[in-house]
């Protein structure tokens, strides 16, 4: 008999976690959007922002930010970066 008591004290113990767990994931997917966006804004202008991604394959990728009004393209992937040449041709 004390089995069983022990046994369900067991599994309403690992039930009561999981729902803690589940709560807390579902609180925070609904409520930590919010909040870090709040918490963002409150710090002021950004200088740097992500303007377009656009995936080439699996390895590389496109990203074009715009830092300080100024936009630049990268090439991200497979362990390094490549910044779009700068030259006088470029400046307009």
Do not use: C, H, K
Not at 38 to 64: F, H, K, N, W, Y
């Amino acid at each position: 008999m004390n089995f069983f008591l022990d046994l369900a004290r067991g599994i309403f113990a690992l039930a009561f976690t999981l729902g803690i767990i589940g709560f807390v994931a579902w609180a925070s997917r609904r409520y930590l959007p919010q909040l870090l966006a709040r918490i963002s804004a409150e710090r002021g202008q950004r200088r740097m922002s992500v303007v377009e991604t656009l995936v080439l394959d699996p390895a590389r990728r496109l990203v074009l930010v715009r830092i300080d009004n100024e936009e630049r393209l990268l090439i991200l992937g497979e362990g390094r970066e490549l910044i779009e040449p700068r030259g006088p041709e470029s400046d307009q």
